[in-house]
């Protein structure tokens, strides 16, 4: 994998935009005849710094997430606070946001390369980052820095 900027082929999550997470994640719970987990409210405390176009911001998001055989399902529910998840509601509606890959340690390394690339850093936390590639790939590309 020396070309690959990412550093892995492997996604470890996909996430939608919705307008309603509580709906959201009953439905596809019923669906896939699981148990709904639990949905949270990321950031409320404001432990994490959250930074949206190069400006810092609370970043608050209902989330939920589901443990799949192969990867991780998010449906995220946005807030009033500017963040990539409420621009893309606002402007597309409900729908595939971005899809991520881990980049466990590398994640700031990484999300530079990317920028080289022609994928600029539009948000970042302090264990994730999103890189525009919609008008290339169609979707924004997360990392994660995580195992």
Not at 69 to 86: M, Q
Not at 107 to 125: S, Y
Request: charged share 25%.
């Amino acid at each position: 994998m020396e070309n690959n900027i990412l550093g892995t082929n492997l996604v470890c999550q996909i996430a939608m935009i919705v307008r309603d997470v509580e709906k959201a994640t009953l439905r596809f719970s019923k669906l896939l005849g699981v148990p709904a987990p639990a949905i949270i409210l990321a950031n409320e405390d404001g432990s994490d710094t959250v930074t949206y176009m190069g400006e810092p911001t609370k970043g608050r998001v209902k989330l939920s997430f589901f443990n799949m055989e192969n990867t991780v399902i998010e449906f995220i529910e946005p807030t009033e606070d500017p963040t990539t998840w409420k621009e893309f509601l606002d402007t597309k509606g409900p729908g595939v946001h971005h899809i991520a890959f881990k980049a466990k340690n590398r994640m700031l390394e990484k999300a530079a390369e990317l920028e080289k690339f022609g994928f600029p850093l539009i948000q970042n936390g302090d264990k994730y980052a999103y890189l525009e590639s919609t008008e290339d790939l169609g979707v924004i590309l997360e990392l994660l820095d995580i195992d």
